[in-house]
């Protein structure tokens, strides 16, 4: 997951109790989107609503993508009314995203995470600074001895960054994408 630059912000203006969270998972074909509050030890559903989007998502260009995005989110909430909560997540459809296992040499975070960005930039021909990236060990497969076994998800910065001003400019504060 990739975090947001909105948490210090919410942080700051929280004060009244949680009025729950929503999830919104953007497919290359539709949005669904869910509402969830805490009660007790579980979650309850509070809404739930899922809309076609008028055309497959192209996510080659950041911003006509968010604004189809976009869109298909206002048409989700025009059914039913706004949904306010404190925090949101967001799902990319999985075409916008880029996903790879690496074999890393066991060094630190840092130094894996520029490897990483390094390797993205290099296939989808674009400048470092320019991903989003968030990495695990994967410990189910096998390394060679001095290396660990790597998972990475990228996103382009621009569509991270376009979604997630999209999301706050409708009230929502996404942590992660």
Request: net charge negative; hydrophobic share 40%; charged share 25%.
């Amino acid at each position: 997951m990739i975090a947001s630059r909105t948490r210090p912000l919410i942080s700051r203006l929280r004060g009244a109790p949680s009025r729950g969270y929503v999830g919104i998972d953007v497919g290359t074909h539709a949005i669904k989107v869910v509402q969830v509050q805490r009660q007790g030890r579980s979650w309850r559903l509070l809404s739930a609503r899922s809309f076609r989007h008028e055309q497959p998502l192209c996510v080659d260009d950041p911003r006509a993508c968010v604004a189809q995005m976009s869109d298909s989110l206002d048409r989700v909430w025009e059914s039913s009314g706004r949904w306010f909560a404190d925090d949101a997540a967001c799902l990319l459809p999985l075409s916008a995203t880029t996903f790879r296992n690496f074999c890393l040499p066991a060094t630190s975070s840092a130094e894996r995470r520029a490897t990483i960005v390094e390797e993205f930039s290099d296939e989808a021909g674009v400048e470092t600074d320019r991903w989003s990236v968030s990495f695990w060990e994967d410990e189910t497969s096998a390394a060679e001895p001095g290396t660990n076994s790597v998972s990475a998800l990228g996103v382009p910065q621009a569509l991270a960054d376009n979604m997630l001003e999209a999301l706050l400019s409708r009230g929502l504060a996404c942590q992660m994408i």
